[in-house]
């Protein structure tokens, strides 16, 4: 296009300014190719004549539309030029608050100097899978960018970030790192991402300090290395330094500070293991103090300190090194307090020896004092033949501490940085890595020296490198798309690193002049004027010959050449080095001991690389300077940065004040042109920089089309057609595979003509509408005029009518009037009349009533006299029949004194009273015949003693008469005859022990004689007492015979009433023994709060197993249960006590557990006389009179016990009688109180019986046991009788005795024990019951005060109402407790029948299974098959299997089966099966096979869904049958909670033995898990197609128009190999949530479960697509919103054409919907911001702004949001307690809820399909 048309009149352009740069002007006249001057009007209405000239002065660039503004990628603008990438970062930085914007490749981040809440980790999962240009610009999308490439093309990235100090370049590194350890964390437990970013606070320590442009500044560079495996975690990294900044430790410029660790180190000096580093405060440090602030606002340096120290123990340094670092650090400090004075002459100092920082810096690091004292103020001068030691003057000493300063930092920042690569790398090979370069940016200051030349000098290699990688790209996009390829020009800047490091270029001759002895910058400024002077990127100032300036491809430099030698040299002196390696301390002599120079640069793992070579020997002439070591360095870094897809990201320093968002324009424009951003648009421009893909162009422009353009197919022959059509200039595009390619500015144009074909429309579109309204308001007109006359004329009719009306209404008023009147005197008279008749009547009727009064009180008199005749009479004779009572009475209780005074005399009494005595007799003489054995033995033993002292005595004499012969010493003989004396007197002692144990035998012989005659003639008269009583019974059985005939008919009468009370007792029994169990069972189940591990039988079953037991001990629990009744009953009442079942039970629990002792003492009793047949009939003893009688006494006792136990019976039957008739009773409170005393007279003799019958149950114990034992005794007297030399078997008799006797004695004191346990427990609830008895008595006692307060204080009225309020509410509370207790009685009904019917069903199978038994003796079928040819309604809804077929049953039913092969079947029909199964397991009361079939089961659904974790249909069907099996647990486990919905019939099936609550537990949390996954993989389905259906489709066609964006995607973000990203539209999510659905509903799972599921899903859809539209400028606009909105509602529509609207799904979706409401209200005016605020309650603030702030127009027919409508919403929403994160967390679940829902299938209804092949599975 010519000039003449793109300036015409209104077009805007830029014009430069000093200030801004450039200004905003728009044209006022058209202008005319050559004219002078261009008439402009600046934007504050000043008029402006702008000079053109063609060479001088060209014409002003062209701005971009309005709508171009903001743009997310500074290329896809139409004019790329300088000042439209200014305004454009400007407008994104401080309206919307975007801090990232794309610039081609190049990411440009301004640093906002302030923390923005857009680095979270739900950020960085929204980022994570995103091409590059699909979100907003962030550096995680270029981390992620970075992260795909190296995995989908297995190539090494390098993220190269730069820019100025204080631009965020530690930040944007720190982030990108942070990106890559949350994305590729590692796949085990070395958690080396945390390692990773724990080396960020050591390096910020030791090299980043406070500028004066930024507060954390790093001083050096540093190349990181992620290496990741081949599955793409992270498993090591290795970190390269560059160039520290070394001048800082002893120098700082004003306001700022040392590196970071020496406050920190200062701030933490107070702490103990800080003392010995003799530190103080940093104001008190020449090395910290230069800056004259010490302090940086809002940074604790002590925390920092922490948080190092922590960083550095997770690195693995241990606490010596760490110590020994700190001691380092503060050695320096010390160093630098160092006192040089100097001397009078001038030539030479000295330190004084009280200097006490000398003292700490040698104790610190481990030196010699008097060495570094001497060679701190001395040098030593080598030569050819002498050394020379030389006096230093005090400023060479002091540059020499300083050098020492800089280089033991610098040592010991190398040894960090080692020992963080080593704690960084890993033995795993590396795959690949991603580098991450935090270098500095392009300096210039108004100093410039040695550091600003490496550093420039490092930015200019990197942006040659950048300039060649931008250039290929381009080449490479434009040789995709087949566009002709023509050479672009660009700046390269070889020249200039030529003159830098070329042959005899600066750093050559740097190095030159450093090796000459006497080498001066001065003569290396000569020497650079004469060699370079030629070139044209180096400049000699004209007032300096000290200074030189390098043209940079950003700026000029002039750089002053005073230390450049120096710093070069970076000279040490060697004596002072060679101090600090003789160090005691082992980590201060390792910094100085020289290291090989690591040179490989490449290698199959991670290397640890020095950033620089370490320099050798400083007394070798050849030591490499640093300009040289910094060349090699860079070098290398340029060869890994070749090697490597590099990802540029440029930090920008908005303004040098540190303000938050403030944008300067001049240090914008002077950055971006350092940083190569410029060149990289000016690169673009130069070619094709717009370009758009075929169907976006189309869909932007086709309102530039004809209609019959449109209705061909081919889009890409249209756009062709059409551009041809609207560009003249074939070289304005070019038309590519894919994408159209414009020129600069041509999109605008476009634009341009896209407008005026709207505004024509608009204008259109007006005119109609105008014409429209006129006529709409002709016709309101019209129709107000004939409604007017209407009107009108109906009020004139209406008036007439009244008219009408009112005559009318005259007439009949009078008419009505005269009517009242005559009816009022009629009424009159008739009134007086019915008045006098009613008092008439009344008087008559008055004298009646009181005839008859009279009549009715003379009857009752007559009443009351004859009722008190009658009650005299009754009393008279009632009084009579009670003095009769009384006599007969009397003379029973005559009798039967006189009964018992016969029985007291008679022998039966005898032989009780003698029963002991004849025991003791028999002890007495064992006794006596022990003591007999042992004065025998002891006879014995003294005759033998006797004998062997008379040996010995003679043998001793000998031996003395032997030694006197011999010797003639007198010492051996004295000795001899002391023993001989003392074994006298020993004599002497035995002999007169030996009598008195004589005496005492024969006195306690005489006794026991004494004793044996006395009980012998008791013995003979119990005898003959025991004869005549023979004689008596023999006459008695004489006269029974004569009367037997009638007895024994009578006994046999009596025999069968006793079998038939029996039998009656008998059921009694049980089933009062069945409801005490039912009973315990619901206590159990109420105190019951947690399950023991595995299932536990139910107490249903114990009852019968109590009865067959044999053990004879007595129940500690029912011991005093007796005393317990009796006190229930005092505290129940009576009529409580009757209706309370266990209350009896107890007793009759205590009655047969005597009946069960009675039976087992009766068989010992039978197997002793057994056992004394045997020995009778064997040997005859002489003892065998005793044995029988004996035997008799104990028959007798069995028999005693026998009758006394019936009467037990027979009185707790007369109990239960009396207890019952009173109970249904309910006459009078005389009744009531014989009724307790019966009830409580009749209870304490029954405890008194029991307590009788625990003493004689231990008295015929122990006789049972001491009988046994005489037997014994018998048997071995005689045979001690026959072989009376044996022995030697008397002690193992004796032993086998007291053992009987000892386990006799156990067994008593056990009972005994027993008992006191019972009578403590029963003592301790009588206590507990008690105080709980007053604590009720006290509140009732406080209730009944405040009732009586409460109604002393009420009218009398409102007493009485009251009253029967609390009388109403006492009725109703004893109704509810009689309803309970009928509910508890019914339900106890039930559970026997049930019980009763089971019963009966076993006994019928137990005598089908016997049968079976016995026809086939080979492996049966199954011992239910001979029920086969039942009829259907006989089935019990149960499967029978075998053990071993549990595997083939699992692997069918859950391993092998699909879901589709039961689809035509019962919903969930693998789950009832199973349950079929544990019902049979249960019934047949097999716990194993309940516990392994369950167990089994669990573990196979694990299993196979471990197998299908991705299959959505499996894990649908899994997760309804785990359900469903949970609710059949549920269901059929008889608790009452479960069974309110069932059928009588499946009542009947719930499970009889066992409680399975623990595997109800299992299964619930297995469905959860099972809930988790089907969620995990819906998500994982669906989430794909969220963003691409929700946002980017056209649900409504034609409604979005494209917006010119153009960002180009470079061809490495986008998947080439499958043809790009898919696209999905609205209705494949539908259908796809459809499909999720149908599934769940064929597979039986809940509805409930099935809503939460949806709910789940409609959460993920709100969270993706909140956080996208979040994070995505393009979609946030009118159109969207009208979209997003319309897909909303389809969704709810889906939701409620599922019935799905009440699961809350929709709930969930009212943040987007509000979101898509937001993007389509009106942002202008202050109601608008008030319905916006009332509008958006279900959006934080935070992402109200973010929406505002991409709010983007589509066309310039819509404005933007302005800053002050945003600021008003902040204003209005700062009250709110928002969350501060900006998205919504997509990994959010709601907690999942699983309802019981019983099944209506009955289960013996259930068929198996044969399909399944479960043919080993049996119905029962």
């Known amino acids: 296009m010519s000039v003449n048309e793109l300036y015409t009149k209104f077009t805007r352009v830029w014009i430069p300014d000093p200030e801004d740069v450039w200004k905003a002007a728009e044209i006022v006249r058209d202008y005319k190719e050559g004219e002078p001057v261009l008439h402009l009007k600046l934007e504050d209405e000043t008029p402006l004549e702008y000079p053109v000239g063609p060479k001088s002065n060209p014409l002003p660039f062209l701005r971009n539309p309005d709508i171009l503004v903001g743009e997310n990628d500074l290329t896809a603008l139409s004019y790329l030029h300088e000042p439209a990438v200014l305004h454009n970062l400007r407008v994104r930085f401080l309206e919307s608050n975007h801090i990232y914007t794309y610039c081609g490749i190049v990411l440009v981040a301004i640093n906002p100097y302030e923390q923005l809440q857009i680095y979270g980790e739900e950020v960085i999962n929204a980022y994570s899978g995103q091409n590059m240009g699909d979100m907003d610009p962030h550096i995680f999308a270029v981390a992620e960018e970075a992260y795909k490439q190296m995995a989908r093309d297995e190539r090494n990235q390098s993220i190269i970030v730069s820019g100025e100090s204080g631009a965020g370049k530690t930040v944007s590194a720190k982030y990108a790192m942070r990106f890559f350890a949350t994305v590729g964390g590692s796949a085990n437990d070395t958690n080396v991402e945390e390692k990773v970013l724990a080396s960020s606070p050591i390096m910020e320590a030791i090299g980043n300090a406070k500028t004066t442009r930024n507060d954390n500044s790093s001083r050096f560079g540093k190349y990181i290395q992620i290496g990741f495996s081949r599955r793409y975690h992270i498993i090591g990294a290795n970190m390269r330094t560059y160039l520290l900044e070394k001048s800082r430790v002893v120098f700082q410029a004003e306001d700022e500070r040392n590196y970071h660790i020496f406050y920190q180190l200062c701030a933490s000096a107070s702490l103990p293991e800080f003392k010995e580093l003799s530190l103080t405060s940093a104001e008190d440090f020449t090395f910290t103090s230069l800056g004259e602030n010490i302090f940086i606002e809002g940074v604790n340096d002590a925390e920092d300190f922490k948080k190092t120290r922590e960083a550095f123990t997770l690195l693995g340094i241990k606490d010596s090194s760490q110590s020994s670092i700190f001691k380092v650090i503060a050695s320096i400090l010390h160093l630098g307090n160092i006192e040089i004075c100097p001397e009078r002459d001038g030539e030479s100092c000295h330190i004084s020896r009280d200097d006490v920082h000398l003292k700490h810096f040698c104790q610190l690091m481990g030196v010699e004092m008097q060495q570094m004292e001497h060679w701190l103020c001395h040098r030593k001068l080598v030569t050819a033949s002498e050394t020379y030691v030389k006096n230093m003057s005090s400023k060479q000493a002091t540059n020499a501490r300083n050098a020492l300063a800089k280089h033991i930092y610098a040592r010991m920042f190398d040894w960090i940085v080692e020992h963080i690569n080593k704690a960084l790398q890993t033995s795993t090979k590396q795959h690949s890595f991603i580098g991450v370069l935090d270098i500095y940016g392009f300096e210039t200051f108004e100093v ?521 010493d007198g010492g051996q003989l004295t000795s001899l005859q002391e023993e001989l004396e003392r074994l006298r007197e020993e004599l002497q002692e035995a002999a007169s022990q030996r009598k008195r144990l004589e005496e005492e035998h024969s006195t306690e012989k005489m006794g026991l004689q004494q004793r044996v005659e006395e009980l012998e003639r008791e013995n003979s008269l119990l005898k003959s007492e025991k004869e005549e009583m023979n004689q008596r019974i023999l006459q008695h059985s004489k006269s029974f015979e004569e009367d037997g005939s009638s007895v024994s008919q009578k006994e046999a009468s009596l025999q069968k009433e006793l079998d038939q009370e029996r039998q009656r007792y008998q059921n009694l029994l049980k089933e009062f023994s069945r409801l005490e169990q039912r009973y315990d069972n619901l206590k159990e189940e109420v105190s019951l709060s947690k399950f023991q591990p595995g299932h536990r039988r139910n107490p249903s079953n114990q009852s019968s197993l109590e009865s067959d037991s044999n053990y004879p001990s007595i129940s500690t629990s029912e011991v005093g249960d007796t005393e317990d009744s009796i006190q229930l009953v005092e505290e129940m009442g009576v009529e409580k006590a009757a209706m309370d079942i266990s209350l009896f039970m107890k007793l009759q629990k205590r009655v047969r557990e005597l009946e069960q002792e009675r039976k087992r003492l009766q068989a010992n009793v039978d197997k002793m006389e057994e056992l004394a047949k045997r020995k009778g009939s064997e040997s005859r003893s002489p003892t065998s009179e005793q044995e029988t009688a004996d035997l008799a006494y104990n028959n007798l006792k069995r028999q005693e016990l026998e009758t006394e136990n019936k009467k037990l019976k027979n009185d707790l039957n007369e109990l239960r009688k009396a207890i019952s008739e009173r109970a249904s009773q309910n006459n009078s409170s005389n009744e009531l109180q014989d009724s307790y005393n019966l009830l409580l007279s009749q209870l304490k003799s029954a405890n008194e019986e029991l307590d009788a019958r625990k003493e004689e149950v231990l008295i015929l114990r122990t006789q049972i046991v001491s009988t046994a034992q005489l037997l014994e005794k018998n048997d071995h007297i005689q045979e001690s009788n026959d072989v009376p030399e044996l022995n030697d078997s008397k002690e193992p008799m004796d032993k086998e005795e007291a053992l009987k006797a000892y386990h006799g004695l156990c067994e008593s004191k056990k009972l005994l024990e027993a008992q006191l346990q019972t009578q403590s427990r029963q003592h301790k609830d009588e206590l507990e019951a008690l105080h709980t008895q007053i604590e009720l008595l006290r509140d009732d006692i406080e209730k009944k005060q405040e009732i009586l307060n409460y109604t002393s204080s009420l009218s009398p009225e409102a007493k009485v109402e009251y009253s029967v309020q609390q009388e109403i509410t006492r009725l109703t509370n004893d109704n509810l407790d009689l309803k309970e207790l009928v509910e508890k009685l019914e339900k106890n009904e039930r559970k026997l029948k049930k019980q009763l019917r089971i019963y009966m069903k076993k006994v019928q199978e137990l005598e089908a299974a016997q049968a079976a038994a016995q026809t086939t003796k080979s492996r049966p079928e199954l011992s239910r098959q001979v029920t086969v040819q039942r009829k259907e309604k006989d089935f019990e809804g149960m499967l029978e299997y075998y053990k071993e077929d549990e595997a083939l049953l699992l692997k069918t039913l859950i391993s092998d089966i699909r879901p589709n092969t039961v689809s035509a079947t019962v919903p969930c029909l693998p789950a009832y099966i199973l349950f079929m199964c544990i019902r049979h397991a249960d019934y047949i009361n097999d716990d194993q096979k309940v516990e392994s079939l369950l167990t089994s089961t669990i573990n196979a659904i694990k299993k196979v869904l471990k197998k299908n974790n991705d299959d959505f249909e499996m894990t649908s069907f899994w997760l309804a049958n785990t359900s469903r099996l949970l609710h059949c647990l549920k269901q059929y486990s008889g608790d009452e909670v479960f069974m309110t919905q069932n059928t009588a019939k499946q009542n009947e099936h719930c499970l009889k033995n066992f409680d399975l609550a623990e595997y109800r537990q299992v299964l619930s949390d297995l469905s959860i898990q099972i809930y988790q996954q089907l969620i995990k993989v819906a998500e994982g389905i669906i989430q794909p197609m969220i963003v691409s259906a929700m946002l980017e489709s056209e649900s409504i066609p034609s409604l979005a128009g494209v917006k010119p964006m153009g960002y180009r995607n470079r061809s490495s973000s986008m998947d080439t190999d499958a043809g790009g990203p898919s696209s999905y539209t609205l209705e494949a999510l539908i259908r796809q949530l459809g499909q999720f659905h149908s599934i769940m509903q064929d597979h039986g799972l809940d509805p409930e479960i099935v809503g939460q599921v949806v709910r789940q899903l409609f959460h993920c859809i709100n969270a993706v697509t909140l956080n996208n539209l979040l994070l995505r400028k393009d979609v946030c606009s009118w159109s969207n919103g009208m979209q997003l909105r319309y897909n909303t509602s389809q969704m709810e529509e889906w939701l409620r054409a599922n019935n799905l609207f009440q699961s809350k799904a929709a709930a969930t979706l009212e943040p987007i919907i509000q979101a898509a409401q937001l993007l389509q209200v009106k942002k202008k005016t202050t109601q608008d911001a008030e319905a916006i605020c009332s509008l958006c309650s279900g959006l934080s603030t935070q992402q109200i702004v973010k929406i505002l702030n991409l709010y983007t127009p589509l066309n310039e027919f819509e404005e933007r949001v302005t800053v002050s409508f945003i600021r008003n919403i902040q204003n209005r929403l700062q009250d709110r307690n928002d969350p501060p994160q900006l998205l919504v967390d997509t990994k959010q679940t709601f907690p999942v809820l699983f309802p019981y829902t019983p099944s209506a299938l009955s289960l013996e209804t259930l068929q198996i399909p044969a399909s399944l092949s479960l043919d080993f599975l049996v119905r029962v």
């Open 448 to 968: 410039n020296s040695f550091e600003q030349f490496c550093i420039n000098y490092a930015n200019e290699k990197l942006q040659q490198q950048f300039n060649s990688h931008v250039f290929k790209l381009e080449q490479e996009e434009y040789m995709k798309e087949q566009i002709p390829w023509t050479l672009i020009d660009f700046y390269d800047n070889q020249p200039c690193i030529d003159l830098i490091e070329a042959r005899l270029g600066i750093l050559d001759l740097l190095d030159e002049e450093c090796k000459v002895p006497k080498g001066t910058d001065q003569n290396w400024a000569q020497k650079l004027y004469k060699q370079n002077s030629s070139s044209a990127h180096f400049q000699k100032p004209r007032m300096s010959n000290t200074s030189f300036i390098i043209i940079h491809f950003a700026d000029k430099v002039e750089y002053q050449c005073e230390g450049f030698l120096e710093k070069n040299r970076d000279t040490v002196y060697e004596e002072q080095i060679n101090i600090l390696k003789a160090s005691q301390f082992q980590l201060v002599a390792d910094l100085f001991h020289e290291k090989e120079d690591v040179t490989s640069s490449k290698s199959s793992k991670i290397n640890v690389r020095a950033a620089k070579s370490t320099p050798k020997a400083p007394n070798k002439d050849h030591r490499k300077t640093v300009g040289h070591q910094f060349r090699a360095s860079l070098h290398l870094l340029m060869e890994t940065l070749n090697a490597t897809t590099p990802h540029y990201v440029r930090c920008i320093k908005p303004n040098d004040d540190k303000e938050a968002f403030s944008f300067d324009s001049r240090r914008a424009v002077q950055q971006l042109r350092a940083c190569g951003v410029l060149e990289t648009i000016r690169i673009s421009a130069a070619g094709y920089p717009s370009r758009w893909t075929y169907p976006d162009f189309f869909s932007r422009y086709r309102v530039l089309l004809k209609k019959s353009d449109m209705m061909l197919a081919d889009k890409k022959l249209v756009c062709k057609n059409l551009l041809e059509t609207l560009i003249k200039e074939p070289d304005m595009f070019q038309f590519g595979k894919t994408k159209i390619f414009f020129r600069a500015g041509q999109v605008a144009y476009l634009e341009k003509l896209r407008a005026d074909k709207f505004r024509s429309a608009c204008i259109k579109i007006q005119k109609t509408v105008r014409g429209w309204l006129q006529r709409v308001r002709y016709r309101k007109i019209r129709k107000s005029a004939i409604t007017l006359q209407r009107y009108g004329r109906g009020y004139l009719a209406r008036r007439y009518a009244d008219f009408l009306r009112q005559t009318r209404a005259a007439v009949i008023c009078q008419k009505q009037y005269r009517m009242v009147r005559d009816r009022r005197a009629y009424l009159r008279v008739r009134q007086a009349v019915v008045t006098i008749q009613a008092f008439t009547r009344g008087m008559f009727t008055r004298r009646i009533y009181q005839e008859f009064l009279l009549h009715h009180k003379a009857m009752i008199i007559q009443k009351s006299v004859r009722s008190w005749l009658q009650r005299k009479k009754f009393r008279r004779a009632r009084d009579a029949a009670i003095t009769i009572q009384c006599a007969y009475r009397r003379t029973l209780a005559k009798r039967q004194l006189k009964q018992l005074k016969i029985e007291a005399r008679s022998a039966e009494r005898l032989k009780k009273l003698n029963t002991g005595m004849e025991n003791k007799i028999v002890q007495l003489q064992r006794k006596m015949d022990d003591q007999s054995k042992e004065y025998k033995s002891q006879n014995e033993q003294l005759l033998l003693v006797n004998t062997t002292l008379g040996s010995e005595v003679n043998k001793l004499q000998k031996q003395l008469e032997q030694v006197r012969s011999q010797q003639s």
